[in-house]
């Protein structure tokens, strides 16, 4: 079992490395968005970001696990598998590109932003670039080629950090909210081309049975996965319309934007795992004892998440001089931004199941329950309390799908879960992030023994977390 967390582990640094640049980047970038652009105008970046991530979930049509499953199935070729999912969404993402185009006057005018048409351009070619360049990510991570992974990563973020800077630093018109935007644009444009050896090389094969039994297993997870990207996003969509200020809704979801940016470490760990596991887990299905070391993964899944959010905690006097003056009001949702995240990674461990068993069609109803959840605590209570809403419906919503997840899960592909030990685990950052409240409250304003105070809980944190995972039989 250890050869196989290793190999797990070892991926997870590989994938993680250009993770981890991307996030350090875009976190560095906070001060200069924080304090070129107005709450408004960040507000509004934020909206296009949501529109992004949205569609995104459609124009790939699930084919990034579907592409695992069937890769790794006896009897398909992996080359015509890949070759199929990629020829499928270069059509659809041209068709919509094309569309997108032709009517980019009218839809920036209907958003509010008209003479902004170029910025509904950004966002398609953004989407018809990364749409492709996802399902060849998805290849090299079938491959387990890390390395190149990372390196093609590394070399986009690098590329969309330039851009930024040029624009922001260099290029002599005022900053505006199209900037972040255009720069993402142009590092998808050149990541596209670089991946251009790699589809030269795939020789492009369209098998239509191939890509029917795809469709067939991928589409429901499409669907479960839009509802489910829908509940990470429409909070954002809904400040338009529910904010307790719709004069300045712009501005409460540039605040709340730049607080969930200092969570931001939780995800980035989340998807560092994701990239190497979800792989992993399809590639050792068959092993002997398989559903143990599922298992296992959680525990110290859960063990390194809770670490993640006491450090956050423990240090944030720190992480939220990051961001302007004017943003810092919504630092007090970060603790249940960072919980949040923690519960959404522990949900794609359980949710493994109805992947792994071909049961997709469950993922459907369980990422509905979440979404209704989210829509319900974000119209009900953000009239009233604005973006304390939006980080309590995450909450709520990823607990919820967690636990009908979980319960589906011990029906249909039970997996020795040990969820006293993970408890316990909860337990254990529990009682250390009240030691880190009340020591701050009794430090006050002594910034230094505040965090030595911090540094000191946190470290008997680790060792007894430690203690409990090292006992297990």
Not at 313 to 324: A, E, F, Q
Request: glycine share 8%; hydrophobic share 55%.
């Amino acid at each position: 079992m250890a050869n196989p967390l290793k190999q797990l582990a070892g991926e997870t640094a590989i994938y993680g490395f250009s993770s981890i640049l991307a996030r350090i980047l875009n976190f560095l970038f906070v001060p200069i968005y924080t304090r070129m652009l107005t709450q408004v105008q960040y507000g509004v970046v934020t909206e296009f970001m949501a529109y992004i991530a949205i569609l995104q979930v459609v124009l790939v049509l699930g084919f990034e696990t579907g592409c695992f499953r069937f890769a790794n199935k006896e009897g398909e070729d992996p080359r015509k598998v890949y070759s199929g999912a990629l020829l499928t969404v270069f059509g659809l993402n041209l068709a919509f590109l094309a569309c997108m185009v032709a009517f980019s006057g009218p839809i920036s005018a209907a958003l509010g932003y008209e003479g902004y048409k170029r910025l509904i351009i950004y966002v398609a070619g953004i989407l018809f670039c990364d749409s492709i360049t996802a399902i060849l990510f998805a290849k090299l991570r079938q491959e387990h080629k890390a390395v190149k992974f990372a390196v093609l990563k590394t070399v986009k973020i690098l590329t969309e950090t330039g851009a930024n800077l040029v624009l922001f630093f260099v290029w002599p018109a005022q900053p505006d909210f199209t900037y972040p935007v255009l720069a993402i644009f142009i590092s998808c444009v050149l990541c596209l081309v670089l991946f251009i050896p790699d589809i030269l090389r795939l020789k492009l094969i369209w098998d239509a049975g191939v890509v029917k039994r795809m469709l067939v297993y991928s589409l429901p997870l499409m669907v479960a996965a839009l509802p489910g990207v829908a509940n990470d996003f429409l909070d954002r969509v809904l400040f338009r319309f529910f904010d307790t200020s719709s004069a300045q809704w712009q501005a409460s979801l540039g605040v709340y934007q730049a607080a969930v940016k200092l969570a931001v470490i939780m995800n980035l760990f989340i998807q560092m795992f994701r990239y190497a596991a979800e792989p992993f887990f399809f590639q050792r299905a068959r092993d002997k004892g398989s559903k143990e070391l599922y298992a296992v993964v959680m525990e110290y899944f859960t063990a390194f998440c809770g670490l993640v959010f006491l450090g956050v905690i423990g240090y944030i006097d720190v992480i939220s001089l990051l961001l302007g003056r004017d943003f810092r009001v919504g630092v007090g949702v970060v603790p249940v931004m960072l919980l949040s995240y923690m519960l959404l990674g522990m949900l794609f461990n359980v949710s493994m199941w109805y992947k792994l068993s071909g049961k997709t069609n469950m993922a459907i109803w369980i990422t509905l329950a979440g979404l209704l959840v989210t829509t319900v605590v974000n119209v009900v209570f953000m009239p009233r309390y604005s973006y304390w809403a939006s980080a309590y419906g995450h909450l709520a919503s990823y607990l919820t799908m967690f636990i009908i997840s979980a319960a589906l899960g011990a029906k249909y592909y039970p997996i020795p879960y040990k969820w006293g030990r993970i408890g316990l685990l909860f337990l254990l950052m529990g009682l250390t992030y009240a030691g880190l409240y009340f020591c701050g409250l009794r430090t006050g304003e002594a910034l230094a023994v505040k965090l030595a105070v911090s540094t000191g809980l946190i470290g008997a944190y680790c060792v007894m977390a430690w203690v409990l995972l090292r006992s297990r039989k």
